[in-house]
C-alpha cells in the first residue's frame, strides 16, 4: 500500500515563497504530480513530473512554481515563487504509471491527504 505524506504547506505573503514535499512509502510510480482545490472550486492540474525528469505544468504556474524530484528518497517538490493571492488552495500530491493524460486526475492512482497554502494580499 502507497502512502503519500506532504508537508511544507502554510500562511505568506504575495510574492513569497514556498516549497512543498511529498515523500511516497512503498513502490516507485512513474509520474508523480501536484493538483490543487481552491475554495469552493474543483481540483486543477498543477504540474507532473516523470521518472527521468521530464515536466509538465498548468499554464497558469509556468515559470513561477517548479517541480521535481529525487527517485533515491521517493520525494517529489513543488517550490513556489512569486505566490499570489490565487494560489490560495488545498494542494495535493498524486502519483500514477505512465505519463499519457497526465493533467486528468482520474489517471492517478494514490493521493496524499492535503496540505493547505495561503496567499496573502
Known amino acids: 500500500q502507497v502512502q503519500l505524506v506532504e508537508s511544507g504547506g502554510g500562511l505568506v505573503q504575495a510574492g513569497g515563497s514556498l516549497r512543498l514535499s511529498c515523500a511516497a512509502s512503498g513502490r516507485t510510480y512513474y509520474t508523480m504530480g501536484w493538483f490543487r482545490q481552491a475554495p469552493g472550486k474543483g481540483l486543477d492540474f498543477v504540474a507532473a513530473i516523470s521518472w527521468s525528469g521530464s515536466t509538465y505544468y498548468a499554464d497558469s504556474v509556468k515559470g513561477r512554481l517548479t517541480i521535481s524530484r529525487d527517485n533515491a528518497k521517493n520525494t517529489v517538490y513543488l517550490q513556489m515563487n512569486s505566490l499570489k493571492p490565487e494560489d490560495t488552495a488545498v494542494y495535493y500530491c498524486?502519483?500514477?504509471?505512465?505519463?499519457?493524460?497526465?493533467?486528468?486526475?482520474?489517471?492517478?492512482?494514490?493521493w496524499g491527504q492535503g496540505t493547505q497554502v495561503t496567499v496573502s494580499s
Open positions: 498524486a502519483v500514477r504509471r505512465g505519463i499519457r493524460d497526465y493533467t486528468v486526475q482520474s489517471e492517478y492512482s494514490n
